[in-house]
């Protein structure tokens, strides 16, 4: 009877169901003012969105972000939507005294899975309902090329409780290579000897392929990043990077810096893996603890 069952069929239904939902996808950039967020986020969507927007040469003077800000575009491939959205934040840890200040970070992060659910709990609840929990946190390292801040350690910990920390090093290009790859070493061992448990999670492989491939990435993590939102024409390409005393340092190369490789975690390779933790893992905890708390 179940001789022939057309898998291929399902993954054809799949798709077209994603074609006509289309799905949404959240980033938050945090750190430190002047590391490079705002920056990130443009190079980000330049990198994949159009090029046209931008004049080689043209000055894109970025505003210093003074509040929580989202930029939205939706991207559409093969006749598959995605929403993707972006979320700046202001500078953080810029005060003296640091105390709480990751409190609006977080309160953010909570408000979105309490949208969520209120939506589900609801009886006559929609279809889909609207996403704009936060699928990964990039959190931004200073090039110091020393060791994590405790003020790094802090933030990660609490935040990796209850989000997708995918932690990079920020202003890359400020470094040398054997400085960002000793960088890279110390901020692992200093994670690990703190038990932080970042993006992508140990706990969270699936099985040994994932936990093969996953591994490969825990070795790269945090990716030494550089951004940059104007284009430069090199050898007659136009490229996007940033003009040094030494020459372009070109952000899509994968033999100039690592944003590449964050790139394709977030919104290539992992995007679902994201997805799928944030919603099993992290907004589950989540929900659990507010039922909870309503039931007392
Ligand atoms: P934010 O405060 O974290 O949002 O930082 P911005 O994106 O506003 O950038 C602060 C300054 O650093 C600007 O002058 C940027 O041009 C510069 N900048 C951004 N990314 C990089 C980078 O990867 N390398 C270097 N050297 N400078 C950068
Ligand atoms: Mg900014």
Redesign the pocket.
């Known amino acids: 009877l179940f001789g022939y069952v057309g898998i291929e069929a399902v993954l054809d239904q799949m798709r077209v169901k994603t074609m006509k939902t289309g799905f949404e996808f959240n980033i938050m950039v945090v ?1 430190q ?8 986020v443009n190079t980000l969507f330049k990198s994949k969105v159009s090029r046209k927007a931008s004049q080689p040469g043209q000055e894109e003077r ?1 505003p ?2 003074v509040q929580l800000q989202s930029v939205t575009h939706v991207i559409e491939e093969k006749g598959v939507k995605m929403k993707l959205t972006v979320t ?1 934040t202001p ?1 953080f840890g810029d005060q003296i005294n640091n105390e709480n200040c990751w409190d609006p970070i977080i309160k953010y992060i909570n408000e979105q899975y309490e949208r969520y659910l209120r939506e589900e709990i609801l009886i006559t609840r929609k279809r889909k309902i609207p996403d704009t929990r936060v699928h990964g946190c990039v959190y ?1 390292v200073p090039p110091t090329g020393h060791w994590l801040r405790p003020l790094d350690l802090e933030f990660m910990r609490r935040l990796s409780k209850i989000v997708n920390v995918v932690p990079v090093i ?5 470094l040398t290579l054997e400085e960002r790859a000793e960088f890279k070493q110390r901020i692992q061992q200093d994670l690990k000897a703190h038990a932080i448990s970042v993006y992508p999670q140990e706990d969270f492989d699936e099985d040994p392929d994932d936990r093969l491939l996953n591994n490969v990435i825990r070795e790269k993590i945090p990716f030494a ?4 939102d104007q284009e430069h024409q090199v050898n007659g390409r136009r490229v996007l990077g ?1 003009k040094t005393k030494w020459g372009i340092i070109e952000v899509e190369n994968p033999t100039h810096c690592e944003f590449p490789m964050l790139r394709d975690l977030l919104i290539r390779s992992h995007l679902q893996d994201l997805k799928d933790i944030t919603h099993n893992v992290h907004y589950e905890s989540y929900r659990v603890r507010r039922l909870n708390e309503s039931n007392r």
């Open positions: 750190g003012s002047g590391l490079g967020k705002s920056t990130m970025i210093k972000t700046d500078g931004f920020a202003k890359a290009d400020t990043v550089v951004g940059a940033r």
